[in-house]
């Protein structure tokens, strides 16, 4: 139990277009998912908190309107990286929080999609 | 400020036994998780402590002190598998995890 899917788990795109990352909690749900990005040898960045049916929250540093955070439902929420840059090229992650909190209230992570930026 | 502190990486052989020790700084605290992370891969969760002491689970033992702000992974009849980084994330008064950039272990035969 406790899985998370990401897609695509890679994409390349030119620079100035926009890429969409679904998560997706199969067989449990999250009113709680959360966006990482990790560059090579860095530690985890949390880039925002998603809450089902409300604005994402974003940390300090990470702008809004350029990392479009959707939450429409219990299993699913959506980063959209628009008009992407060479320097947004990172590894994605998203986690979850099971509703029913899980036996340790711990986050399930995705596989992760990889984004290349030419 | 919030701050993890873990040696950046580590060496031991297959069949040994690594402790991987971790401080922490936190504003407020709500236990503290290990994750196990593979290179090119999402952490997956190893283990979680909120109360001192030790906590068993197979190979895999954490302990948690509280009021040093210490934790340490330690893991037993090491295997070539267990090459990955392995990250202290303690929870803060929020319920956010605090990552730092994690232990690199490297496993020899």
């Known amino acids: 139990g406790a899985v998370v899917s990401q897609h695509p788990s890679w994409v390349i795109c030119k620079s100035g277009t926009s890429v969409k990352i679904e998560c997706r909690s199969l067989d449990f749900q999250a009113t709680t998912m959360f966006w990482y990005r990790q560059f090579p040898k860095q530690s985890l960045m949390l880039m925002a908190t998603?809450?089902?049916?409300?604005?994402?929250?974003?940390e300090q540093g990470v702008e809004k309107d350029k990392f479009l955070i959707n939450h429409a439902s219990l299993t699913l929420s959506t980063l959209t990286v628009t008009s992407a840059h060479p320097e947004d090229s990172s590894f994605y992650i998203c986690?979850?929080?099971?509703?029913?909190?899980?036996?340790?209230?711990?986050?399930?992570f995705g596989p992760g999609t990889r984004l290349t930026v030419l | 400020g919030q701050n993890i502190d873990q040696p950046t990486e580590m060496t031991a052989t297959e069949g040994a036994i690594v402790q991987i020790n971790c401080t922490y700084q936190?504003?407020?605290?709500?236990?503290l998780f290990w994750y196990q992370q593979h290179a090119g891969e999402a952490p997956t969760f190893l283990s979680y402590n909120v109360l001192d002491g030790l906590e068993e689970k197979g190979r895999f033992s954490s302990f948690l002190s509280r009021s040093k702000g210490y934790s340490y992974l330690l893991l037993k009849e090491l295997q070539m598998k267990d090459s990955a980084s392995y990250l202290c994330a303690p929870l803060d008064s929020n319920y956010q995890l605090i990552w730092g950039a994690g232990t690199k272990l490297i496993i020899k035969p």
């Open positions: 998603s809450n089902e049916g409300s604005k994402a929250t974003y």
């Open positions: 986690s979850a929080r099971d509703v029913a909190g899980g036996e340790y209230n711990e986050q399930f």
């Open positions: 936190t504003s407020g605290f709500n236990g």
